[in-house]
């Protein structure tokens, strides 16, 4: 499939997910749905407890793997970016944790889970939520304006991963850090992958944990690290992948030897990292100028040391003498 094809696909489905998820609560977080989110019960696990209760009307239509502000150091005043905001559970803890003097911006594709996030921030009070339509390979945000990039079992959805990685990079202030939970497998089978990738369920477009990681290098984040993760055992997997792999019309044999295959090669992981204070690059032009400096500072008492008594007190360059 096409990218265009591909985010066409993933918004159907969600939207189909958000629908399910309002007439049966149940199908919500993080129920079996055709969209990426984790089975029941994983949710509190990965990070999700009382926000869970106190949000239950967002919770019911989130479809995500795990809290990304689990343990998170989001301060007041800072600004929260949200990659793939969906129904804004996670909008509204990070608009708890911010508070009024700061603010939180989500970005969705879909049009169902941007209106269902504006209204559940409304009615949660929470007037520092703005959620922007686009796609998270081409963020509708400023260059260096947000303090937190977080994302919730999104990115492993796109088919340009390392797009999103730079364009993270690209909207974090320097200094500024990056909470995301995702879906990551490990080995599984060509043909299975394949299969996954033809429908929008969490296998489709994982990942390993190590080529996460790479991808958040190469785009110039640092301290990138697997802070958490979840192993998902044959029944959670089960849970995940079964309805997806069943409606691609496989034989129910072959469905059984995906889930067998999969068996503890498909997690969840909580990924932390940040963009440098200094880029490179800053580095470089910084190291150059303080060397131009001391070139400058030598060359002067060079000078000084040469001229005459009269000169050294006026403080005077000879002729031809000249600063770099």
Not at 164 to 189: N, T
Request: charged share 30%.
């Amino acid at each position: 499939m096409s990218n265009t094809e591909v985010h066409d696909e993933v918004s159907r489905a969600y939207t189909e997910a958000l629908r399910r998820s309002r007439r049966d609560p149940g199908a919500g977080c993080c129920g079996a749905v055709a969209a990426c989110s984790a089975p029941s019960g994983v949710a509190a696990l990965a990070g999700y407890g009382e926000e869970r209760e106190k949000y239950a009307e967002a919770a019911a239509s989130s479809f995500g793997c795990g809290n990304p502000l689990a343990f998170a150091g989001v301060e007041p005043g800072q600004t929260v970016l949200d990659l793939g905001s969906g129904a804004g559970l996670d909008l509204l803890i990070a608009a708890e944790r911010v508070g009024p003097t700061g603010k939180v911006i989500g970005v969705d594709m879909t049009d169902a889970m941007i209106e269902a996030a504006r209204e559940t921030a409304e009615r949660a009070g929470y007037s520092n939520v703005e959620v922007r339509k686009g796609l998270i390979e081409e963020l509708p945000v400023e260059d260096a304006s947000v303090d937190w990039v977080i994302s919730n079992c999104v990115i492993n959805l796109s088919p340009q991963m390392d797009r999103v990685f730079r364009e993270i990079h690209r909207v974090l202030k320097p200094g500024g850090r990056l909470s995301i939970s995702d879906i990551v497998v490990e080995d599984l089978p060509a043909w299975l992958l394949e299969s996954a990738a033809a429908y929008t369920g969490c296998i489709a477009g994982a990942i390993s944990e190590s080529e996460y990681l790479e991808g958040l290098r190469k785009a110039g984040l640092e301290e990138v690290e697997v802070e958490d993760r979840l192993v998902y055992e044959p029944e959670q997997i089960r849970a995940i992948a079964e309805t997806d792999l069943a409606d691609l019309g496989l034989d129910p044999k072959l469905v059984e030897r995906a889930l067998d295959a999969a068996k503890g090669k498909i997690s969840s992981a909580k990924f932390s990292g940040r963009k440098p204070v200094i880029e490179a690059r800053d580095e470089e032009s910084l190291a150059t100028g303080v060397m131009r400096e001391k070139a400058s500072a030598l060359l002067d008492r060079t000078v000084r040391a040469a001229a005459g008594p009269a000169e050294r007190r006026s403080g005077a360059r000879p002729p031809g003498a000249r600063r770099w």
